[in-house]
């Protein structure tokens, strides 16, 4: 599978990071066969978080083997200060492992919640703090709305982060205003030399009141014709890598569509987003 660096960190992480939230809600047996799929594969990144359930405790027998391998990263919801140091630690101590590469503010999508985490005694703080420390390398923003590409832009003007998480399909790439968020966040991203991660890469549409039969918080693309699609239109972009789908039914071809990526020519992009107006691709309620 094909890397690329993940701006100055200069991690050279694969095109997929394991997107752990979907091995929050299984047992350790399906989560350990998740997990061998994506290092079969090569993958060498691997994104977690407290709010996916038991990830953090299903990654925690593999840590021995694969920590000085993998690049990991974490992060935390809280708001306050002291709450993220706590936070934090609680990670370090369920996961079991005594440090992390990247640890991020998560879901941080609009200005407020911007302002929260980076006035006086909030959370930014105790990232800072932890870098010092040397508990982490590497401080990261994400955010899973509409706002966060916005967001995030603002968020770079406050602080140096040294990489971004947010949405991008092309579904939302259909949509202008949202494109022209992206583009102008990658723009900053480049010359600040900054790593993106992408999630949603496969949302298709909302649940809405529909039964759900995966695991994801929206309704994903299982075609392996168009996740291949999906893939490539995506790593097509300056982007360094896409967490993985949240359910482990669906990672295998996420996986594959990955390993056999060709780039789109401007052509082919276009043509399938302008297949996007069949789709509804979510936001609300979404993490991953």
């Given at each position: 599978?094909?890397?690329?660096?993940?701006?100055?960190?200069?991690?050279?992480?694969?095109?997929?990071?394991?997107?752990?939230?979907?091995?929050?809600?299984?047992?350790?047996?399906?989560?350990?066969?998740?997990?061998?799929?994506?290092?079969?594969?090569?993958?060498?990144?691997?994104?977690?978080?407290?709010?996916?359930?038991?990830?953090?405790?299903?990654?925690?027998?593999?840590?021995?083997?694969?920590?000085?391998k993998i690049f990991l990263g974490c992060k935390t919801?809280?708001?306050?200060?002291?709450?993220?140091?706590?936070?934090?630690?609680?990670?370090?101590?369920?996961?079991?492992?005594?440090?992390?590469?990247?640890?991020?503010?998560?879901?941080?999508?609009?200005?407020?919640?911007?302002?929260?985490?980076?006035?006086?005694?909030?959370?930014?703080?105790?990232?800072?703090?932890?870098?010092?420390?040397?508990?982490?390398?590497?401080?990261?923003?994400?955010?899973?709305?509409?706002?966060?590409?916005?967001?995030?832009?603002?968020?770079?003007?406050?602080?140096?982060?040294?990489?971004?998480?947010?949405?991008?399909?092309?579904?939302?790439?259909?949509?202008?205003?949202?494109?022209?968020?992206?583009?102008?966040?990658?723009?900053?991203?480049?010359?600040?030399?900054?790593?993106?991660?992408?999630?949603?890469?496969?949302?298709?549409?909302?649940?809405?009141?529909?039964?759900?039969?995966?695991?994801?918080?929206?309704?994903?693309?299982?075609?392996?014709?168009?996740?291949?699609?999906?893939?490539?239109?995506?790593?097509?972009?300056?982007?360094?890598?896409?967490?993985?789908?949240?359910?482990?039914?669906?990672?295998?071809?996420?996986?594959?569509?990955?390993?056999?990526?060709?780039?789109?020519?401007?052509?082919?992009?276009?043509?399938?987003?302008?297949?996007?107006?069949?789709?509804?691709?979510?936001?609300?309620?979404?993490?991953?």
């Amino acid at each position: 599978m094909e890397r690329r660096r993940l701006g100055r960190t200069g991690q050279m992480s694969t095109v997929v990071a394991f997107g752990s939230a979907g091995i929050g809600r299984v047992d350790q047996d399906v989560a350990d066969r998740a997990i061998q799929t994506a290092l079969d594969y090569g993958v060498n990144h691997i994104d977690v978080a407290p709010r996916y359930g038991d990830a953090e405790l299903r990654l925690r027998p593999w840590m021995p083997r694969i920590r000085d391998k993998i690049f990991l990263g974490c992060k935390t919801a809280q708001r306050t200060r002291d709450g993220a140091k706590a936070e934090l630690h609680r990670s370090l101590e369920r996961l079991g492992t005594d440090r992390f590469d990247l640890y991020q503010l998560h879901a941080v999508c609009k200005l407020r919640e911007l302002d929260e985490c980076t006035a006086k005694g909030r959370a930014l703080e105790a990232l800072i703090e932890a870098r010092e420390e040397r508990i982490v390398r590497w401080l990261g923003i994400t955010g899973h709305t509409h706002d966060a590409p916005r967001t995030h832009l603002e968020a770079l003007r406050r602080f140096d982060f040294d990489t971004v998480m947010f949405p991008l399909n092309f579904v939302l790439w259909s949509m202008p205003e949202y494109r022209r968020d992206v583009q102008a966040l990658l723009e900053t991203c480049r010359q600040k030399d900054v790593g993106v991660h992408i999630i949603k890469t496969l949302a298709k549409d909302p649940w809405g009141d529909r039964p759900k039969t995966h695991t994801t918080w929206y309704e994903p693309f299982t075609d392996q014709k168009i996740i291949d699609q999906a893939v490539a239109f995506n790593l097509s972009q300056p982007i360094t890598t896409l967490c993985s789908v949240g359910d482990v039914t669906v990672l295998p071809k996420f996986l594959a569509a990955a390993e056999r990526f060709r780039p789109l020519d401007a052509a082919a992009q276009e043509a399938l987003v302008g297949t996007a107006h069949q789709y509804h691709s979510p936001f609300v309620g979404s993490w991953a």
